[in-house]
């Protein structure tokens, strides 16, 4: 158990529709990550939190993508208007407390039509 | 922008037999994980490295880190089934990590 679920574990939608993934650390944490996944390449990194704060977005986080994590708890990841290119598996990761490690969640796959 | 190389990108070999699996980076390494995944789930952490020549094992695992802090490689001996699976290794700790390709391993009975 890494101490992170997601939800929902797989999305398929259409072109240009707005979905929203959740991502809810379990165990005490500090830092909350956010990556992304193609198929054949391993996880980039898109943002991450430490508690309530945002504090680094990479070059991947268009202006379609949005993340919040509004009590320093769960967080969440939106991506508006997606495109075909948004097919991918989405990981959340998190930074114990007191470790240099981050623990993954089992991910959201993402399908755009 | 460091970049991680992994070789090879894939394998496949018989139960029973040995194998390596390598991560070269660009730059030097700030703090080195190997990773596990499985289709259709998160990496699982299987040892994070720190020190230059350090070796670890884990059960029949062993990874080994470059004196230079570059390199890294993981030898699995006598490979089973249940190894089967993406290794991924990675830089950065607490920091936004940096990941390889991976190497996509395949173990058949």
């Known amino acids: 158990d890494t101490g992170v679920s997601q939800d929902p574990r797989h999305k398929i939608t259409k072109r240009g529709q707005n979905v929203t993934f959740r991502c809810d650390p379990i165990?005490?944490?500090?830092?909350l990550y956010w990556y992304r996944q193609t198929l054949g390449q391993g996880p980039e990194f898109l943002t991450y939190?430490?508690?309530?704060?945002?504090?680094?977005k990479s070059r991947l986080l268009s202006d379609r993508f949005s993340a919040e994590r509004p009590k320093g708890s769960f967080s969440t990841l939106e991506i508006q208007r997606t495109e075909q290119g948004d097919s991918a598996m989405y990981l959340c990761?998190?930074?114990?407390?007191?470790?240099?490690?981050?623990?993954f969640g089992p991910g959201t796959r993402l399908l755009v039509l | 922008t460091q970049l991680l190389e992994q070789s090879p990108q894939f394998l496949s070999i018989q139960e029973g037999e040995n194998l390596t699996v390598y991560c070269n980076s660009s730059s030097v390494f700030s703090s080195l994980q190997w990773y596990r995944q499985e289709p259709g789930e998160g990496p699982v952490l299987l040892v994070t490295?720190?020190?230059?020549?350090e070796v670890k094992k884990l059960k029949r695992l062993t990874f080994q880190f470059g004196d230079a802090r570059k390199d890294s490689s993981l030898h699995i001996t006598a490979a089973q089934p249940g190894d089967t699976g993406l290794y991924l290794c990675a830089d950065g700790g607490n920091t936004p990590l940096v990941f390889g390709k991976g190497t996509r391993l395949s173990v058949i009975a």
């Open positions: 990761a998190i930074l114990r407390r007191g470790e240099e490690t981050q623990y």
């Open positions: 165990s005490e944490h500090n830092r």
């Open positions: 490295v720190v020190t230059g020549g």
């Open positions: 939190f430490q508690n309530e704060a945002q504090l680094e």
